[in-house]
Every structure is written in structure tokens, then in C-alpha cells.
T-cell receptor
Framework: KQEVTQIPAALSVPEGENLVLNCSFTDSAIYNLQWFRQDPGKGLTSLLLIQSSQREQTSGRLNASLDKSSGRSTLYIAASQPGDSATYLCAVTRGGNNRKLIWGLGTSLAVNP | NAGVTQTPKFQVLKTGQSMTLQCAQDMNHEYMSWYRQDPGMGLRLIHYSVGAGITDQGEVPNGYNVSRSTTEDFPLRLLSAAPSQTSVYFC????????????FGQGTRLTVV
């Protein structure tokens, strides 16, 4: 059974710091991995999607990497800002015909001015 | 662009009442899904649809019904509300199941008393 774990559950950093959020999954047979952001009381916004054949994706100050063989993904946030404060979730899509998303519990990030 | 629209945003029900949560998307997405989000349990899939006229159960389907008569709409019906259904509900859509970026609605916060 595929399980997704995110560590740490919560993180508090000063503004300007570079930081890494971790996501691990137990079954390497994935179709892709997505990172999402959720603001309090809001829906989820997709940040980056990495296909299983890719190693990384970049969008602005965000960089996500994928190591399928070790079951790990990292989300790197450069020069963090208070506006980055949110919960970050990762989700993997199963391979095969079943394309459901399997979710981690998220990392709650606070960037302090 | 409207994206995924959910209504209502907040709802209080009495035990035993029924109601329908509405979800509409204007992106011509084939795949739509309903999740519930509870503290410490993450996002759990209730029902999903791979196209008009086709629906299937997710992890936690009991007490909920869905239908998909059009590509745009995917309503979630609570048949007889129970306190255990107090949660935040999210509707999501994407073009081809888990293979593409998922778009989420803003959520419905439901309280059953």
C-alpha cells in the first residue's frame, strides 16, 4: 500500500532563509508527484508537478526534485518570504490504470519577518 | 477564469438532514473528485468521476452519493447527515486523472450538529 510521509510536520524560519521540505513515499511505482500549497481556509493550489521520468521541476523560487528509486522528493524554497507561509502538501499518483492521488499530511510553514 | 467553483462555503446541518454540495468547473476537465479533509487524517477521496455518466467510489464513500450528468458539474449528496461528516470538503478537477495538474475549489466547511 502506498504511503506518503512529510517531514517536518511544522517549520518556522526567519525571512530570507533557504529551506527544504521533504516528502517520502513507500512504493516507487508512481506516475507523478505533485506539490501543493494550502492557505488557511482556502483550497489547494498546485505548485509543481514532476512526471516519473523527470528529476526536477522549477518555478520561480521553487524547485522540486524527485528520486523515484529512493522514494523521495524535496521542495526547495529559496529566499523565503512571509507570503510563503502556508501548508505544503505532496501527493503521488499511482502507476497503472488507477490514477488516484495519495496524499501526505503536509508541512505547515511559518516565515517570520 | 472561474476554475473550480464550490457552493456553499459554509453549512450547518442537523443530524439526519440531507443536502447537496455543488461543484462546477469550466475547464472541460474529464476527471473530477471529492475529498474530505480532517485534522491529522489528511485528504481522503470520497468519490470520483472519469467523465460524464461515470462515477466510482474512493476511500470513504459511505453516506455520500454523486452523479455526473454533465462534464461541468459534479454534485456531492449527503443522504442523512451525521456528526462524523463534519469536515471540510474539496472538489477537484483535472484533465486526465492524476496525470495532469489538479485544480481545487475553495472548499465547503460543513458542521453537523
Amino acid at each position: 500500500k502506498q504511503e506518503v510521509t512529510q517531514i517536518p510536520a511544522a517549520l518556522s524560519v526567519p525571512e530570507g532563509e533557504n529551506l527544504v521540505l521533504n516528502c517520502s513515499f513507500t512504493d516507487s511505482a508512481i506516475y507523478n508527484l505533485q506539490w501543493f500549497r494550502q492557505d488557511p481556509g482556502k483550497g489547494l493550489t498546485s505548485l509543481l508537478l514532476i512526471q516519473s521520468s523527470q528529476r526536477e521541476q522549477t518555478s520561480g523560487r521553487l524547485n522540486a526534485s524527485l528520486d523515484k528509486s529512493s522514494g523521495r522528493s524535496t521542495l526547495y524554497i529559496a529566499a523565503s518570504q512571509p507570503g510563503d507561509s502556508a501548508t505544503y502538501l505532496c501527493a503521488v499518483t499511482r502507476g497503472g490504470n488507477n490514477r488516484k492521488l495519495i496524499w501526505g499530511l503536509g508541512t505547515s510553514l511559518a516565515v517570520n519577518p | 477564469n472561474a476554475g473550480v467553483t464550490q457552493t456553499p462555503k459554509f453549512q450547518v446541518l442537523k443530524t439526519g438532514q440531507s443536502m447537496t454540495l455543488q461543484c462546477a468547473q469550466d475547464m472541460n476537465h474529464e476527471y473530477m473528485s471529492w475529498y474530505r479533509q480532517d485534522p491529522g487524517m489528511g485528504l481522503r477521496l470520497i468519490h470520483y468521476s472519469v467523465g460524464a455518466g461515470i462515477t466510482d467510489q474512493g476511500e470513504v464513500p459511505n453516506g455520500y452519493n454523486v452523479s455526473r450528468s454533465t462534464t461541468e458539474d459534479f454534485p456531492l449528496r449527503l443522504l442523512s447527515a451525521a456528526p462524523s461528516q463534519t469536515s471540510v470538503y474539496f472538489c477537484a478537477s483535472n484533465y486526465r486523472g492524476g496525470g495532469t495538474e489538479a485544480f481545487f475549489g475553495q472548499g465547503t466547511r460543513l458542521t453537523v450538529v
